[in-house]
């Protein structure tokens, strides 16, 4: 997948400036696709250029003016192309896998303190993940918006990015345990 796919979908919901679309990155993308504000602003240029987004200039009066952005249906049709093309199975580049891989040849103690700060990591981006679920269903329990919702695919996304996460964190805890006990350390030692 390339950016430009995930940014074309980011745009499905409406207009938004290069701020916002980096605004939404961060809420709603992120936990599928990292990309920082520069290369969204790169990259909304490049669709441009291409004809998958239109641009438009929105005067603001006690602010500089800015730039929004819209799919086209060129864009639209591209996305229609991308979804209908075979996905590519996922694969892990981490270099915590790394450390974890040598720990026990190079030593534990580290590494176990990048675990647990891992964990820690996941365990918030979970609780945004599930704060975000919650606005998006509203009143709607789960259920009932996944049946019934107006738009159910960026919830179905946070869905997976919290069981990503969930999975990273008890991962994590369970390795720093394990090399905790070979290292004869605990949790509150590191």
Same mark, same amino acid.
């Given at each position: 997948?390339?950016?430009?796919?995930?940014?074309? @979908?980011?745009?499905?919901?409406?207009?938004?400036?290069?701020?916002?679309?980096?605004?939404?990155?961060?809420?709603?993308?992120?936990?599928?696709?990292?990309? =920082?504000?520069?290369?969204?602003? @790169?990259?909304?240029?490049?669709?441009? @250029?291409?004809?998958?987004?239109?641009? $438009? !200039?929105?005067?603001?009066?006690?602010?500089?003016?800015?730039?929004?952005?819209?799919?086209?249906?060129?864009?639209?049709?591209?996305?229609?192309?991308?979804?209908?093309?075979?996905?590519?199975?996922? =694969?892990?580049?981490?270099?915590?896998?790394?450390?974890?891989?040598?720990?026990?040849?190079?030593?534990?103690?580290?590494?176990?303190?990048?675990?647990?700060? +891992?964990?820690?990591? @996941? !365990?918030?981006?979970?609780?945004?993940?599930?704060?975000?679920? $919650?606005?998006?269903?509203?009143?709607?329990?789960?259920?009932?918006?996944?049946?019934?919702?107006?738009?159910?695919?960026?919830?179905?996304?946070?869905?997976?990015?919290?069981?990503?996460?969930?999975?990273?964190?008890?991962?994590?805890?369970?390795?720093?345990?394990?090399?905790?006990? +070979?290292?004869?350390?605990?949790?509150?030692?590191?």
């Amino acid at each position: 997948m390339a950016l430009r796919h995930a940014v074309l @979908a980011a745009l499905l919901d409406g207009e938004y400036s290069g701020y916002q679309l980096a605004k939404a990155f961060d809420i709603s993308v992120a936990n599928f696709w990292h990309a =920082s504000p520069q290369q969204l602003y @790169a990259e909304l240029a490049r669709l441009e @250029a291409d004809g998958l987004v239109a641009g $438009r !200039e929105v005067v603001q009066e006690s602010r500089p003016n800015k730039r929004v952005f819209r799919v086209t249906d060129t864009g639209r049709a591209e996305l229609e192309r991308f979804a209908g093309a075979a996905s590519k199975p996922s =694969s892990i580049r981490d270099d915590l896998l790394v450390k974890v891989q040598s720990a026990d040849r190079i030593g534990t103690a580290p590494v176990i303190g990048q675990l647990l700060e +891992r964990a820690a990591a @996941a !365990e918030a981006k979970i609780e945004t993940l599930r704060a975000l679920l $919650r606005d998006m269903r509203g009143e709607l329990d789960e259920e009932e918006f996944l049946l019934r919702g107006e738009r159910i695919g960026g919830y179905l996304t946070c869905l997976r990015g919290v069981a990503f996460e969930e999975g990273h964190r008890d991962w994590c805890l369970r390795t720093a345990d394990v090399l905790g006990k +070979r290292e004869g350390t605990t949790r509150a030692e590191v």
